[in-house]
């Protein structure tokens, strides 16, 4: 098992542009969310679903989209990126909300 | 409003020694408490965790203790090797939400 994989690892972006970071797990998770890392403020969950086509907001929503069409795939879009919206990204998944959360490696976004 | 707090940013110790690393929680009701830890460049990988029915949980050199009515728990790392240096997140379940909650993290060192 791959596990959960995410891309690009890295991405350099200008303000206003837009993009989806990618994000896929291959152990028949129901439960899958978005976190970001930022220095000093830990993890922060932006959005999360708990089965395909169930998505919802975390702590920091604003300015991001999901959607879950299928088990695997938990994109993540940016429809207009920000420089406060520089960060580590990490995807993570899991059987339920409850249990033992697994992550990918994360995607360095830098938004100039 | 943070409900999951390491008020210790950084920890160094000596190669041998015990390691404690340290987590505030505001919600009485959280029930499920979980550490990970990060290396540089990768995602977080889940270490062990304590349900609010125990006060102590330990796998190897790895304890956490849970004191509920101080709502505060401890990870303790004994003996510390040099690949435990690593960023540190103490976690916690919201029982109503299912989502888990981050603190901020606290850099550990152990120096050879």
């Known amino acids: 098992n791959a596990g959960v994989t995410q891309t690009p690892k890295f991405q350099v972006l200008k303000t206003g542009q837009s993009m989806t970071l990618q994000c896929a797990q291959d152990?028949?998770?129901?439960?899958m969310s978005w976190y970001r890392q930022d220095p000093g403020m830990g993890l922060r969950l932006i959005h999360y679903s708990v089965g395909a086509g169930i998505t919802d907001q975390g702590e920091v929503p604003n300015g991001y989209n999901v959607s879950r069409s299928t088990t695997e795939d938990f994109p993540l879009r940016l429809l207009s990126a920000a420089p406060s919206q520089t960060s580590v990204y990490f995807c993570?998944?899991?059987?339920?909300?409850?249990?033992?959360?697994?992550f990918g490696p994360g995607t360095r976004l830098l938004v100039l | 409003d943070q409900q999951v707090k390491q008020n210790s940013p950084s920890l160094s110790v000596q190669e041998g020694r015990i390691s404690i690393l340290n987590c505030d929680y505001t919600?009485?009701?959280?029930?499920?408490f979980l550490w990970y830890k990060k290396y540089p460049a990768e995602g977080p990988t889940f270490l062990i965790s304590i349900s609010s029915i125990k006060d102590k949980n330990e796998d190897g050199r790895f304890t956490v203790f849970l004191n509920k009515s101080a709502k505060h728990l401890s990870l303790h790392i004994v003996p510390s090797q040099p690949g435990d240096s690593a960023v540190y997140f103490c976690a916690a379940s919201d029982p109503n939400t299912g989502k888990l909650i981050f603190g901020q993290g606290t850099t550990l060192q152990v120096k050879p």
């Open positions: 919600n009485s009701m959280f029930d499920y």
């Open positions: 152990m028949n998770h129901e439960y």
């Open positions: 993570a998944s899991s059987r339920d909300g409850t249990e033992t959360q697994y």
